[in-house]
């Protein structure tokens, strides 16, 4: 007999989000399902990374709501989303790594703010958490000395330094050579399935969509809303939605056509 499914990890309800009085995407719902990898996709400029932002706890949402693991995460309390927070891992586009601290102690600053482990822990697990990401060399380098796809693996130690319950990835791949590329989706692959880390994702990398991600939604930047719902190669080979179908199957960033397109839904 097969147990109960798991409640999804987050619930996303009629969510809107902008900067002021410009929305850049409105009316969004769906599920991210505990130890999926979701997709947020898009041609450029269409909120992808303000939608993550607002899933994170960076940006207040002008309507909607988010459910993180059954709990209303923007209607909690400054100190109890702080808690929630801590049950984040983000790896921010660029990697975003103190440039004065090496490798080692960019992982271990998270481990310093927010626990009361001694140093000698917090270096064992800095070490336990390079090497899970398999950074054998470069530990006590600054970030400077680092390749892209170095940086990379060291930004996610980091966001892995909590142990965190999902993961938020803007643009993982990005920047990479193919090779660093494949590898670095192998690695988030690995940690979804060692661990069982919910992986929320925005890339635009076909290559990286189609390897590893298993459900997804699509925005839309002249509607302002989400026109696709599916695993992305399920979208590529199945969706009907024009601009959709360009851009999964690679044909320029994809072209709106005249008349207007109603939400497509795909399954893998």
């Known amino acids: ?47 992808k990374s303000t939608l993550l932002r ?42 975003a790594l103190w440039t004065s601290l090496t490798a080692a102690q960019n992982v271990a600053l998270p481990l310093q703010m927010f626990t009361t482990r001694r140093p000698a822990s917090v270096d064992a697990l800095v070490e336990i958490k390079l090497s899970l990401v398999g950074l054998d060399t470069g530990r006590d380098s600054l970030p400077a000395a680092l390749s892209g796809g170095m940086q990379k693996r060291v930004g996610l130690a980091r966001a892995l330094s909590l142990d965190p319950e999902i993961l938020f990835l803007d643009e993982p791949s990005g920047g990479l050579d193919p090779i660093s590329a494949r590898r670095f989706d192998t690695l ?19 290559p990286s969509l189609f390897a590893i991600c298993d459900d997804g939604i699509f925005l839309d930047a002249e509607s302002h809303t989400a026109i696709a719902h599916g695993a992305p190669a399920a979208l590529r080979d199945t969706c009907s939605a024009p601009i959709v179908h360009a851009f999964m199957n690679g044909e320029g960033d994809g072209t709106r056509p005249a008349s207007p397109v109603g939400v497509a839904h795909a399954t893998g």
């Open 188 to 206: 988030i692959r690995q940690l979804r399935d060692g661990f069982g880390v919910t992986v929320v994702m925005v890339s635009h990398e076909l």
């Open 54 to 95: 607002a899933l994170m706890g960076l940006l207040r949402p002008s309507e909607g709501t988010i459910i993180f693991a059954g709990e209303d995460y923007w209607a909690a309390p400054d100190a109890r989303r702080a808690e929630l927070g801590r049950r984040f891992g983000v790896l921010f586009q660029g990697s």
């Open 1 to 47: 007999m097969q147990g109960a499914a798991k409640p999804p990890k987050l619930e996303v309800r009629n969510l809107s989000v902008g900067y002021g009085e410009v929305a850049v995407q409105k009316g969004i719902s769906f599920d991210v399902k505990s130890g999926s990898i979701f997709a947020i996709m898009g041609t450029s400029g269409c909120g």
